[in-house]
């Protein structure tokens, strides 16, 4: 992949994941990735985010910042959301709110090898 096709591919990743679209996630992500250094696996990265959207039924990723060049994509992610009962350990409860995301993404053959992700969580917690 050249660091002008990945944004297109990068965007059309989001794109399965806010239309939950579970079947075409593989065209994206290969059968091996690790997220933050383990690895899990296509399988466990799809059951991953069903959980997400099991737990925050209105989560939608809204790609504020995208860098990409020809090593990966470096994102920043925005959320506006309603976890329904404990997310990253708070006690959100069904309250409305905001945070990003810092993530990054190897890639190999097109699809995502490598995720590491950190989440601001004292953001969450500022709004609780």
Aim: hydrophobic share 40%; with cysteine.
């Amino acid at each position: 992949m050249t660091e002008q096709e990945l944004p297109g591919l990068y965007r059309g990743y989001i794109a399965c994941l806010n239309e939950q679209d579970w079947p075409n996630l593989g065209a994206f992500v290969d059968d091996d990735v690790r997220h933050n250094g383990r690895r899990i696996g296509l399988s466990g990265y799809r059951e991953m985010l069903e959980t997400d959207f099991s737990e925050i039924p209105d989560l939608r990723f809204e790609i504020q910042l995208l860098i990409a060049d020809a090593q990966g994509v470096a994102s920043r992610l925005g959320f506006h959301c309603t976890p329904k009962g404990r997310f990253l350990g708070l006690p959100v409860n069904g309250k409305k709110v905001r945070f990003s995301e810092n993530v990054f993404y190897a890639f190999k053959n097109g699809k995502i090898t490598e995720v590491w992700s950190i989440i601001d969580k004292l953001a969450i917690e500022a709004q609780l």
